[in-house]
C-alpha cells in the first residue's frame, strides 16, 4: 500500500500538462498490452484453426473422391469375375498361366471340381509366379488355399504345389 501512496503522492506532485501526458502514455501502454496479450493470440489461433480446417476439408474432398473410385473399381473388378464364373477353375488357371508365360513351368494341373484345381509348376521365377496369382484373384475370383514353395536350383526360381479355389 505504501507504494500505491507513494504513486499518488507523485502523480498529484506534477503539473496539469504532466498528468495528461502520464494518463496518455498510460492509456497507450494498457491498450498495448491488451492488444498483444488478449487480440493477437486469439486472432492467431483463429487464423491456424482456419487453415487447420480448410485441411480437413480438402482431405475430406479427396477422400470422397478415392472412395467413389474405388467403388467404381470394385464394380468394375466384379464384373471381370462374374464373366468368368461359369468357366471351371482348370481352364482359367491354364489360360491365366499361359498368358502369364508359365505354361512351360506347368508339370501338374488337376481339377478338384469346377471351382477348385492342383497345380504343380517347377523351376518358375518366384516373381511371375505371385503375379500369376494376383491376376488370378483379381480377375478371376480365384485365390489360393494351400500352397507348399520350394526354393529351385535357379537363383529366383521355386518349385510350387498349390490348391487354387474360387471364391
Same mark, same amino acid.
Request: aromatic share 6%.
Given at each position: 500500500?505504501?507504494?500505491? #501512496?507513494?504513486?499518488?503522492?507523485?502523480?498529484?506532485?506534477?503539473?496539469q500538462?504532466?498528468?495528461?501526458?502520464?494518463?496518455?502514455?498510460?492509456?497507450?501502454?494498457?491498450?498495448?498490452?491488451?492488444?498483444?496479450?488478449?487480440? #493477437?493470440?486469439?486472432?492467431k489461433?483463429? #487464423?491456424?484453426?482456419?487453415?487447420?480446417?480448410?485441411?480437413?476439408?480438402?482431405?475430406?474432398?479427396?477422400?470422397?473422391?478415392?472412395?467413389?473410385?474405388?467403388?467404381?473399381?470394385q464394380?468394375?473388378?466384379?464384373?471381370?469375375?462374374?464373366?468368368?464364373?461359369?468357366?471351371?477353375?482348370?481352364?482359367?488357371?491354364?489360360?491365366?498361366a499361359?498368358?502369364?508365360?508359365?505354361?512351360?513351368?506347368?508339370?501338374?494341373?488337376?481339377?478338384?471340381?469346377?471351382?477348385?484345381?492342383?497345380?504343380?509348376?517347377?523351376d518358375?521365377?518366384?516373381?511371375?509366379?505371385?503375379?500369376?496369382?494376383?491376376?488370378?484373384?483379381?480377375?478371376?475370383?480365384?485365390?489360393?488355399?494351400?500352397?507348399n514353395?520350394?526354393r529351385?536350383?535357379?537363383?529366383?526360381?521355386?518349385?510350387?504345389?498349390?490348391?487354387?479355389?474360387?471364391?
Amino acid at each position: 500500500m505504501k507504494q500505491l #501512496e507513494d504513486i499518488q503522492h507523485w502523480y498529484h506532485g506534477l503539473q496539469q500538462r504532466e498528468r495528461q501526458l502520464v494518463l496518455a502514455a498510460s492509456a497507450v501502454i494498457v491498450t498495448t498490452l491488451l492488444y498483444l496479450t488478449i487480440w #493477437e493470440p486469439i486472432h492467431k489461433g483463429v #487464423e491456424v484453426q482456419t487453415q487447420k480446417y480448410q485441411t480437413q476439408i480438402d482431405i475430406l474432398d479427396w477422400m470422397q473422391a478415392a472412395a467413389t473410385e474405388v467403388r467404381t473399381l470394385q464394380a468394375s473388378g466384379a464384373a471381370k469375375r462374374q464373366t468368368n464364373s461359369s468357366q471351371p477353375v482348370s481352364l482359367l488357371v491354364e489360360k491365366s498361366a499361359a498368358t502369364a508365360g508359365l505354361k512351360p513351368y506347368l508339370r501338374k494341373l488337376e481339377s478338384t471340381s469346377d471351382k477348385g484345381a492342383r497345380v504343380t509348376i517347377d523351376d518358375a521365377s518366384f516373381d511371375q509366379v505371385l503375379l500369376w496369382l494376383s491376376t488370378l484373384q483379381t480377375q478371376y475370383g480365384i485365390s489360393v488355399s494351400s500352397a507348399n514353395f520350394d526354393r529351385a536350383d535357379k537363383a529366383g526360381a521355386i518349385n510350387a504345389r498349390m490348391t487354387l479355389d474360387r471364391d
